[in-house]
């Protein structure tokens, strides 16, 4: 370890990984470190055993539940747009896009609640969300007459080209609210909440007041992964997120990135500039200009401001989930709206057919930004959707973002991961930071040579 390098990087969470790789194999040579046994931080996936060693440290797995090798468990199970930043990424790198599988995730769908008062197991319904203007016509969501509005909106957006002014309907769709196009189309507020939240994949009702362009824009990108590569707009891997972490680690270990796990960082060193020369590990030093961090790593330097609390709970099922059409993958959102809540609620499932967990059994897990005292019972909702729950393990993290973009210093850090169901958020924090670092934007639409042809 005691050389110099171009980037040291600390923490083996996704972003981190992917970051390593890319720096790798665009030339720079990487020493990469992780406090922990394994890869993934809080992105890993872990076998049964490991799963209640870190939840119920002083209980075993039930025999029932079957081997660890049946099992990887996502702590941050988020699905990726078919055609969202984290493919593209992954295309980019055809190392790792050829060692990784998909399985499309079955379904969508939205929670609603009728008229009456905010959630109710009776008055709740899980439905399809529909995507297109061929769906919104078959959808259970909507009475005759707002179907056909919805269709008119879908077809609208998808028409829609930001060179073509004879496709704006006469609005100013990059400066008006999108207020201003929910009343154009007269759409009724249930309506707008699940193209909001369910299609656009907002989090909050605050994209109300987003120009249109920039909300149109999430709404494309969910109509254009659908049928990309299934039925659905969102994929997930085969054994779990962890795979990804390990795709893009084995990426930089090809081209000559550097590895340790178990390894404990004991100081982040700085010149008399105040610019980052490298990190200490007992009495080993290792120097670099640059260095990437998650937060956990700048906690102690005053480097990060609490971002706010996810809570996550992990529920193991011997069932698959009510009203979903016995699918055994799929998500389920609940605007914010639906509970009277100022956050959206996130219910996302797997099963055996992602092979991460054993047969006849589901992992859901329940997530959705901390509001109160009692974190617990504002997943009631999500839990209730679920039916009976076998186990279920619960964590609150607190989550950080950088007070400086880097620049100054040279210590990037990382964003913590959010309480949303996908990684766009995370894959544009990937993106920004690799051109703070790199000095010039990752051009995705290029495939890296294969490490036989690298110079």
């Known amino acids: 370890m005691d050389e110099t390098y171009d980037v040291i990087v600390l923490g083996t969470g996704l972003t981190e990984c992917i970051l390593s790789g890319l720096f ?35 209980i075993d797995p039930p025999a029932h539940l079957g081997a660890n090798r049946d099992w990887n468990v996502d702590l941050v199970p988020k699905f990726t747009m078919a055609n969202g930043k984290l493919v593209k990424i992954i295309l980019h790198t055809e190392t790792v896009a050829n060692n990784l599988e998909w399985k499309c995730v079955d379904g969508s769908f939205v929670m609603q609640v ?10 709740a319904k899980v439905h399809k969300v529909p995507a297109t203007d061929v ?10 007459l ?44 249930n309506t707008v909440d699940f193209i909001c939240h369910a ?76 610019k980052v020369v490298g990190i200490r590990s007992g009495e080993e030093v290792a120097r670099a200009p640059v260095i990437l961090c998650d937060p956990s790593y700048a906690l102690s330097l005053g480097k990060v401001r609490p971002a ?7 529920c193991i099922l011997n069932h698959d989930i009510p009203d979903t059409d016995h699918m055994p993958s799929g ?34 897990i329940c997530s959705t930004t ?28 607190d989550t950080y973002e950088p007070i400086e973009d880097g620049s100054r210093d040279n210590l990037f850090i990382s964003k913590s991961y959010d309480a949303t169901s996908h990684f766009e958020t995370a894959c544009e924090d990937v993106l920004s930071l690799y051109e703070r670092i790199m000095g010039e934007s990752l051009n995705l639409e290029t495939t890296l040579k294969p490490f036989t042809q690298a110079s």
Do not use: W
Not at 135 to 144: C, H, N, T, V
Not at 146 to 155: A, I, L, M
Not at 308 to 314: D, H, L, P
């Open 331 to 364: 998500q389920v959102i609940i605007p914010q709206r639906q509970t009277g809540r100022r956050n959206d609620i996130f219910v996302s499932y797997v099963s055996s057919s992602h092979c991460v967990c054993a047969e006849r059994y589901f992992i859901a």
């Open 370 to 397: 901390v509001e109160t005292d009692t974190p617990e019972n504002e997943l009631q909702p999500g839990f209730a959707l679920l039916g009976e729950i076998m186990t279920t393990f619960v964590k609150v993290y």
């Open 24 to 58: 790798s194999a665009h030339g720079k040579k990487v020493l990469h470190l992780d406090r922990n046994s394994f890869y993934g931080g809080e992105t890993a996936s872990l076998n049964l055993t490991n799963l209640y060693k870190m939840f119920y440290p002083t």
């Open 199 to 274: 299609v656009a994949l907002y989090t909050s009702d605050e994209c109300i007041q987003a120009p249109c362009h920039e909300v149109m824009m999430k709404i494309r990108l969910y109509m254009d992964s659908i049928g990309l590569y299934g039925n659905s707009p969102f994929l997930y891997p085969v054994y779990g997120i962890g795979g990804i972490a390990e795709g893009f680690s084995r990426l930089s270990a090809i081209y000559g990135g550097t590895y340790m796990l178990n390894k404990n960082i004991d100081e982040i060193l700085f010149n008399e500039d105040g």
């Open 308 to 314: 706010g609390r996810v809570i996550r709970a992990i």
């Open 114 to 123: 009728s008229a009456g008062g905010f959630f109710s197991k009776a008055k």
């Open 135 to 144: 769906e919104a016509l078959k959808s259970d969501l909507m009475g005759l």
């Open 146 to 189: 707002e179907k056909r509005r919805c269709k008119k909106f879908f077809k609208f957006v998808q028409d829609y080209d930001p060179a073509k002014p004879a496709t704006h309907k006469n609005m100013d769709l990059k400066r008006q609210p999108f207020r201003d196009l929910i009343t154009a189309f007269g759409l009724e507020e």
